[in-house]
Antibody
Framework: EVQLVESGGGLVQPGGSLRLSCAAS????????MHWVRQAPGKGLVWVSR????????IYADSVKGRFTISRDNAKNTLYLQMNSPRDEDTAVYYC???????????WGQGVLVTVSS | DIVMTQSPDSLAVSLGERATINCKSS????????????LAWYQQKPGQPPKLLIF???TRESGVPDRFSGSGSGTNFTLTISSLQAEDVAIYYC?????????FGQGTNLEIK
């Protein structure tokens, strides 16, 4: 059974830092690109970032470019999102999602809440 | 960026009736090399993550009931639920998978009339 379990969320001050993790199991992690998608409270889905299978290629939404870094540790079957200099508007539930191919997201984690506030 | 616009924002349909949700992209998401539309539909129930329903505009994901169908090409797409069931109450999102950033529509809130 495919499982994606996010962790690392919580309260962070503006300008601070936080690292989200997504532990993957039940599939061959190294065969799939991975994504982060976020959802502000009561709002819609917003794509954040994608990483390829070996971590050599990453892309970001403009809203997080230069502040967030996606990475993966294939030995640990874990995806990460390093959030630096977060802003109030980064407050959201962050989902990791598996790419089945062609940027179609076929499995999603339950999500982790990040609250940016002083 | 490709802008995805769904209509309506909210929809109330009687049980057993047809529900239709539209999605329009600001530019074509048809990939000429394989003639596939890079458009997906997701369902999100309260307190749950999104669930993939349809990809390539009309290919149903494994395990999705056949009352769900997708159609359209280029810039105009439709998600149809042929006979609404109580468990279909959810917010539905389209997403273009064609070019980064992989934008979503604003969502359509589907309720029972």
């Amino acid at each position: 059974e495919v499982q994606l379990v996010e962790s690392g969320g919580g309260l962070v001050q503006p300008g601070g830092s936080l690292r989200l993790s997504c532990a993957a199991s039940g599939f061959t992690f190294t065969s799939h690109w991975m994504h982060w998608v976020r959802q502000a409270p009561g709002k819609g889905l917003v794509w954040v970032s994608r990483i390829n299978t070996d971590g050599s290629a990453t892309i970001y939404a403009d809203s997080v470019k230069g502040r967030f870094t996606i990475s993966r540790d294939n030995a640990k079957n874990t995806l990460y999102l390093q959030m630096n200099s977060p802003r109030d508007e980064d407050t959201a539930v962050y989902y990791c999602a598996r790419d089945r191919g062609y940027n179609v997201l076929d499995y999603w984690g339950q999500g982790v809440l990040v609250t940016v506030s002083s | 960026d490709i802008v995805m616009t769904q209509s309506p924002d909210s929809l109330a349909v009687s049980l057993g009736e047809r529900a239709t949700i539209n999605c329009k992209s600001s530019q074509s998401v048809l990939y000429s090399s394989n003639n596939k539309n890079f458009l997906a539909w997701y369902q999100q129930k309260p307190g749950q993550p999104p669930k993939l329903l349809i990809f390539w505009a009309s290919t149903r994901e494994s395990g999705v009931p056949d009352r769900f169908s997708g159609s359209g090409s280029g810039t105009n797409f439709t998600l149809t639920i042929s006979s609404l069931q109580a468990e279909d109450v959810a917010i539905y999102y389209c997403q273009q998978c064609y070019s980064s950033p992989y934008t979503f529509g604003q969502g359509t809130n589907l309720e029972i009339k």
